[in-house]
């Protein structure tokens, strides 16, 4: 299977040359994607790179001396009301929401009749197996994730921050100690571009966090776990940037989660070539905004 062979960028209007990086947020990320790291070069047709902090300075920037800009929202915050103003291959507000809140992940694999994809899950304590996970539903990546392994660890965690009156997700643990991370850019839930890495994680909390990222390796995602995560994304009609975390099991794959942006592990220098890639492919399957100022609706 060629992931990517069956779309072909949007060929309707000029691209614009100007990128605007909107909401980066953390500095790693800045770096990473400042003009000056290295990473917008070798990337055809862009030739201006600016950051766009707050909705106020997009305004301002998105049309700044009556220049066209594809907008590249980044984080939690600015994709979740990102308007479609500005060329863009961003994911719709509803796929967005579903992949950044847990609970509604889980609820939607299992009501789109993938649960076989997903660790069991329970809401209440008293469902509990041990061991389990703990799960923020409104947390990136290993933040908020913990594992216990009995009644009275899973008491005490609860009790305690960042778990403490907050609702929570409980999972089956899926044993082993190699995590694995997919990052993918979607057009309409068809994979564009991908590459995979394997991380091997701290046994004593058998959750991945960023400390093991620079062990990553690289490795072949096979068909068959594409395949999977193609079906999640076609449910989803995902377009933009997605990073799956998952372990193998069987010839397939088990999903944790999905993060609707580009995987923070993307933003380490080593992995530079890869970030650009995937900038690549944003870039030349942008497509046109859905409605410009001026226009009539």
């Given amino acids: 299977m060629q992931y990517g062979a069956d779309h072909q960028p949007d060929q309707r209007a000029a691209r ?4 605007i990086l909107y909401g980066a947020g953390s500095a790693r990320w800045r770096e990473a994607l400042n003009p000056a790291s290295g990473v917008w070069d070798g990337v055809p047709g862009v030739s ?4 766009a902090e ?4 997009l305004l301002r920037q998105g049309w700044g001396e009556g220049r066209r800009s594809i907008v590249l929202p980044l984080r939690r915050r600015a994709l979740q009301r990102f308007p479609r103003l500005w060329w863009n291959l961003a994911p ?6 579903t992949c950044a809140d847990k609970l509604r992940f889980d609820r939607f694999i299992r009501s789109a009749g993938m649960a076989n994809m997903v660790p069991a899950s329970w809401r209440l304590v008293a469902e509990c197996r041990f061991p389990c996970v703990i799960k923020r539903f409104d947390k990136d990546g290993s933040f908020g994730v913990r594992v216990v392994g009995s009644m009275d660890e899973l008491a005490a965690t609860l009790a305690a921050k960042p778990f403490r ?5 409980f999972q089956d643990l899926v044993e082993g100690l190699i995590d694995h991370a997919t990052h993918c850019v979607a057009v309409d839930g068809r994979i564009v571009w991908q590459t ?7 046994p004593t909390t058998r959750v991945q966090t960023t400390a093991d990222h620079a062990g990553r390796r690289r490795i072949v ?9 193609e079906r999640v994304l076609t449910a989803l009609r995902y377009s933009g940037p997605v990073s799956f975390d998952w372990r193998p099991r069987g010839e397939g794959a088990v999903l944790f989660e999905i993060n609707p942006r580009f995987g923070g592990s993307l933003m380490l220098d080593i992995n530079r070539d890869d970030l650009r890639a995937g900038l690549t492919a944003v870039v030349q399957h942008a497509r046109p ?5 001026g226009s009539r609706g």
């Fill in 16 to 19: 614009p040359r100007r990128i």
């Fill in 48 to 51: 201006e790179v600016v950051f």
């Fill in 54 to 57: 707050r909705f106020s300075d």
């Fill in 92 to 97: 719709s507000r509803f796929a967005h929401d």
């Fill in 165 to 169: 009156r907050r609702p929570v997700l």
């Fill in 196 to 202: 995979s890495y394997a991380y091997d994680i701290d």
């Fill in 221 to 229: 995602a096979s068909a068959t776990v594409l395949a999977q995560f």
């Fill in 289 to 293: 905004p859905e409605w410009v100022p």
